[in-house]
C-alpha cells in the first residue's frame, strides 16, 4: 500500500479542540496508508498540548510524527520541515496543507490519479481555495447549490457527486496552497536548495511589491513557478474536494466570503 503524507501545521495550541483535532481525524477515517506529520511552530504551552496530541493520536489508525519548534519561524518552515520527515520516512506522497482542513471520504482518488497521469503538483475542488487558481479550484462551479456546511455527511455526499460526474478530469493550472500534493520523489526533484523545498523567504511578489507576511505567504507561487520552468505542471482534480475553515489562525478579522467558522 502506498503512503501518504499529510503535513499539518499548528501555531495555536487552543485551536486543536475546533480545527487541528477534525481535520486529523478526518484525514485518519478516509485515507488508507495515511502518514500524519503535525509540525508545531511554537505554540505557548507546548508540553501540554504534546500530551494532548499524543493522546488522541493514538486512538487513530493511522502512524504518525510529532515535531515542535521551540519558537515561530512561519508557515513556510513548517512545511519545509514535514516534507523532510516525509522524505525521511520514505512516504510515496506528501501534501503541505494547513490544520483548518477536513478530508472527505475517498478525496485522494482524484489526486491521486492526476499525480500517476503525469502531472507534477495536484489540489482539489474548496469552498475557499484562494486567488492563486482564479476560481478554478471553486466548488460552486461543479455542485449546483453547494451549501456552505461543514457536516462530515453532506460533504462525503458533495464528494460522492463530485466522483460521480468528473472522475478523472482536471484543469491545468497553478493550485492554492492550502492543499498541494505531489510524489516525494517529485517535492524532491523540485527542492529550492538542499536544505529546503521551499523558497524559506518571500520578500516580494513576482510583480516586485513587499509581501508584508514573508515567513507565511507566496510560498506556493514562488514555488509553482519555479517548477513551471523546469516543466512541471499543477492541476486541479474535480474529482477531489476538501473543505477548507481558511485563515483561522490569523482570526475572524481575516474572514471573509465563503470562510466558515465553526
Same mark, same amino acid.
Not at 498541494?180 to 523540485?190: D, E, L, R, Y
Not at 523558497?199 to 510583480?207: A, H, L, T, W, Y
Not at 516586485?208 to 514555488?223: F, I, R, V
Given at each position: 500500500?502506498?503512503?501518504?503524507?499529510?503535513?499539518?501545521?499548528? /501555531?495555536?495550541?487552543?485551536?486543536?479542540? =475546533?480545527? $487541528?483535532? =477534525?481535520?486529523?481525524?478526518?484525514?485518519?477515517? $478516509?485515507?488508507?496508508?495515511?502518514?500524519?506529520?503535525?509540525?508545531?511552530?511554537?505554540?505557548?504551552?507546548?508540553?501540554?498540548?504534546?500530551?494532548? @496530541?499524543?493522546?488522541?493520536? %493514538?486512538?487513530?489508525? !493511522?502512524?504518525? #510524527?510529532?515535531?515542535?519548534?521551540?519558537?515561530?519561524?512561519? @508557515?513556510?518552515?513548517?512545511?519545509?520541515?514535514?516534507?523532510?520527515? +516525509?522524505?525521511?520516512?520514505?512516504?510515496? /506522497?506528501?501534501?503541505?496543507?494547513?490544520?483548518?482542513?477536513?478530508?472527505?471520504?475517498?478525496? &485522494?482518488?482524484?489526486?491521486?490519479?492526476?499525480? #500517476? +497521469?503525469?502531472?507534477?503538483?495536484?489540489?482539489?475542488?474548496?469552498?475557499?481555495?484562494?486567488? $492563486?487558481? %482564479?476560481?478554478?479550484?471553486?466548488?460552486?462551479? /461543479?455542485?449546483?447549490?453547494?451549501?456552505?456546511?461543514?457536516?462530515?455527511?453532506?460533504?462525503?455526499?458533495?464528494?460522492?457527486?463530485?466522483?460521480?460526474?468528473?472522475?478523472?478530469?482536471?484543469?491545468?493550472?497553478? !493550485?492554492?496552497?492550502?492543499?498541494?500534493?505531489? %510524489?516525494?520523489?517529485? &517535492?524532491?526533484?523540485?527542492?529550492?536548495?538542499?536544505?529546503?523545498?521551499?523558497?524559506?523567504?518571500?520578500?516580494?511578489? =513576482?510583480?516586485?511589491?513587499? *509581501?508584508?507576511?514573508?515567513?507565511?505567504?507566496? *510560498? #506556493?507561487?514562488?514555488?509553482?513557478?519555479? &517548477?513551471?520552468?523546469? #516543466?512541471?505542471?499543477? +492541476?486541479?482534480?474535480? =474529482?477531489?474536494?476538501?473543505?477548507?475553515?481558511?485563515?483561522?489562525?490569523?482570526?475572524?478579522? /481575516?474572514? %471573509?466570503?465563503?470562510?466558515?467558522?465553526?
Amino acid at each position: 500500500m502506498k503512503r501518504i503524507g499529510y503535513i499539518c501545521p499548528t /501555531y495555536k495550541a487552543k485551536q486543536f479542540d =475546533s480545527y $487541528t483535532r =477534525s481535520a486529523l481525524q478526518s484525514f485518519a477515517a $478516509t485515507t488508507p496508508g495515511g502518514v500524519a506529520v503535525i509540525v508545531d511552530d511554537g505554540s505557548v504551552g507546548w508540553d501540554s498540548y504534546e500530551q494532548t @496530541l499524543k493522546s488522541f493520536l %493514538k486512538l487513530l489508525p !493511522i502512524e504518525y #510524527e510529532i515535531f515542535h519548534f521551540p519558537k515561530t519561524g512561519g @508557515l513556510t518552515r513548517s512545511w519545509n520541515k514535514g516534507l523532510s520527515i +516525509c522524505e525521511e520516512k520514505k512516504l510515496d /506522497y506528501a501534501i503541505a496543507s494547513n490544520n483548518d482542513v477536513l478530508f472527505t471520504n475517498k478525496w &485522494w482518488m482524484g489526486v491521486v490519479h492526476a499525480l #500517476e +497521469c503525469g502531472f507534477h503538483m495536484v489540489g482539489p475542488l474548496s469552498n475557499a481555495a484562494g486567488i $492563486t487558481a %482564479k476560481g478554478k479550484q471553486d466548488v460552486w462551479r /461543479y455542485v449546483k447549490n453547494f451549501k456552505l456546511d461543514d457536516d462530515f455527511k453532506y460533504l462525503d455526499n458533495v464528494s460522492k457527486n463530485l466522483r460521480d460526474n468528473y472522475l478523472g478530469q482536471v484543469v491545468r493550472t497553478p !493550485i492554492n496552497g492550502f492543499f498541494q500534493m505531489a %510524489k516525494m520523489s517529485t &517535492w524532491k526533484a523540485g527542492k529550492y536548495d538542499k536544505n529546503n523545498f521551499y523558497r524559506p523567504v518571500n520578500v516580494r511578489n =513576482s510583480k516586485g511589491k513587499l *509581501n508584508p507576511t514573508p515567513l507565511m505567504t507566496l *510560498n #506556493e507561487d514562488e514555488l509553482q513557478g519555479r &517548477w513551471i520552468k523546469k #516543466e512541471m505542471h499543477s +492541476c486541479v482534480a474535480l =474529482s477531489s474536494f476538501i473543505f477548507h475553515y481558511r485563515a483561522v489562525t490569523r482570526g475572524d478579522g /481575516y474572514k %471573509k466570503g465563503k470562510w466558515y467558522r465553526k
